[in-house]
């Protein structure tokens, strides 16, 4: 059974900072992994799509990495602003599978 | 339309009520999926349609708990006997692909926010 665990649980961070955050998966047969972006009270915003057979996606100041054999991703956010203040979510989808499983997320809060 | 429309997007029920909860996935996508959201926490899988034909209902918490997706377009969610448990997020999400297809994610709607007092 596929677990998805994303540490830390909250990051409070000055602005300016580079920071990352991390996602770590069981089963690492995968069709791909999410990262999702959520604001309070709002649905989930897809930030980054990386493939199985891919190593990393970027996007703006986001850069997702995928180790599939170690069972590993992280989110890097670079140079941090206030806007970024918001839950990360990190969602993979087990190959043979159809749903995302999801992780429980990081708060992160940065700071002015 | 541009994206995943859901309706309402708050809504307070009493203990005992039924509620309908609704989504409309971007035309054209073949798959849907609702996921749970309790506070604090990841969204859950609840329920999976390809099309008008539910696929997964595995996650559906009791058989209060019914989708449907008529049309293979806009899908309802229904809770019966609504119970404070039952109080979540609930998020719609819409994707092109058939479950083989590996490359796509998933589009998500902005939820709706269920209280039951």
């Known amino acids: 059974k596929q677990e998805v665990t994303q540490i830390p649980a909250a990051l409070s961070v000055p602005e300016g900072e580079n920071l990352v955050l991390n996602c770590s998966f069981t089963d690492s047969a995968i069709y791909n992994l999410q990262w999702f972006r959520q604001d309070p009270g709002k649905g989930l915003t897809s930030l980054l799509l990386?493939?199985?057979?891919?190593r990393e996606q970027t996007s703006g100041r986001l850069n997702a990495s995928l180790d599939k054999s170690s069972g590993r991703s992280t989110l890097y956010i670079a140079a941090s602003q206030p806007g970024d203040s918001a839950t990360y979510l990190c969602?993979?989808?087990?190959?043979?599978?159809?749903?995302?499983?999801f992780g429980t997320g990081t708060r992160l809060k940065v700071l002015a | 339309g541009a994206g995943v429309s859901q309706s309402p997007r708050y809504k307070v029920a009493k203990r005992g009520q039924d509620v309908a909860l609704r989504c409309d996935p971007i035309s054209g996508h073949v798959s849907l999926f609702w996921y749970q959201q309790a506070l604090g926490q990841g969204p859950e899988f609840l329920t999976y349609f390809q099309n008008e034909a539910q696929l997964d209902k595995s996650g559906l918490p009791s058989d209060r708990f019914f989708a449907e997706r008529p049309e293979g377009s806009v899908s309802t969610l229904k809770i019966q006997r609504t119970q404070q448990e039952d109080s979540a997020v609930y998020l719609c999400a819409s994707s092109l692909s058939p479950p083989r297809a590996e490359n796509y994610g998933y589009t998500f709607g902005s939820g709706t926010r269920l209280t039951v007092v």
């Open positions: 990386i493939q199985s057979s891919q």
């Open positions: 969602a993979v989808r087990t190959s043979g599978t159809y749903k995302y499983i």
